[in-house]
């Protein structure tokens, strides 16, 4: 069965930093997409970052971009999302979700690990 | 900037239908744009339902369906339940880049 299990979120001040993990299993982690998609409470979902099976392509959304870093250990089939410089308004919950195999998509989801940045 | 377009709310009655629909800001959406769907009800994560346009996983219950219609990327629930009542978010795929639409809550009353 197929498991996404984020970590690591938690308060911390502006200007401050967190790593966020994804754990995987159930599945060949290192044949797939995975994405993180984050979810302001009472607001939409938004997609903030993305990385191909080797970890050699990245992509974030202009409002993390220089600021979050996205990377991936396929042997310990964990994903990594490091988030610097904070700000209040990246207090969300954040998802990891794994990629399609064949066409673009999403198809499992972790349970969501929230985020508060706050002084 | 490109911008996703759903209906912010419906309604429908239970045993009923309703579409929901996923516009694109850039023209209309094709099977180019491999449009998604999700479910979200309040506190969970969200669940997939529809990839590729049309295509179920295998959760996925069969009073759902996705299609495209009149440009658009559209989602319908035939003999709505009480549990059909959730957020809806569709997400289309720019040249590999997905981005979500702002979500239609459904409401079934």
């Known amino acids: 069965e197929v498991h996404l299990v984020e970590s690591g979120g938690g308060l911390v001040q502006p200007g401050g930093s967190l790593r966020l993990s994804c754990a995987a299993s159930?599945?060949?982690?290192?044949?797939?997409?995975i994405h993180w998609v984050r979810q302001v409470p009472g607001k939409g979902l938004v997609c903030i970052s993305r990385i191909s099976p080797d970890g050699g392509f990245t992509h974030y959304a202009d409002s993390v971009k220089g600021r979050f870093t996205l990377s991936r250990d396929n042997a310990k089939n964990t994903l990594y999302l490091q988030m610097n410089s904070l700000r209040v308004e990246d207090t969300a919950v954040y998802f990891c979700?794994?990629?399609?195999?064949?066409?673009?998509?999403?198809?499992?989801w972790g349970q969501g690990t929230l985020v508060t940045v706050s002084s | 900037q490109t911008v996703v377009t759903q209906e912010p709310s419906l309604t429908v009655s239970p045993g009923g239908t309703v579409t929901l629909t996923c516009a694109s800001s850039?023209?209309?959406?094709?099977?180019?744009?491999?449009p998604n769907w999700f479910q979200q009800k309040p506190g969970q994560a969200p669940r997939a339902l529809i990839y590729?346009?049309?295509n179920k996983h295998s959760w996925t219950p069969a009073r759902f369906s996705g299609s495209l219609l009149g440009g658009k990327a559209a989602l319908t629930l035939s003999r709505v339940q009480p549990e059909d009542e959730a957020d809806y978010y569709c997400l289309l795929f720019y040249s590999g880049n997905p981005m979500f639409g702002g979500g239609t809550k459904l409401t079934v009353l």
């Open positions: 850039t023209g209309a959406v094709t099977t180019d744009y491999s």
């Open positions: 979700a794994r990629g399609t195999a064949s066409k673009p998509g999403v198809d499992y």
């Open positions: 590729n346009t049309n």
């Open positions: 159930g599945f060949t982690f290192s044949s797939y997409w």
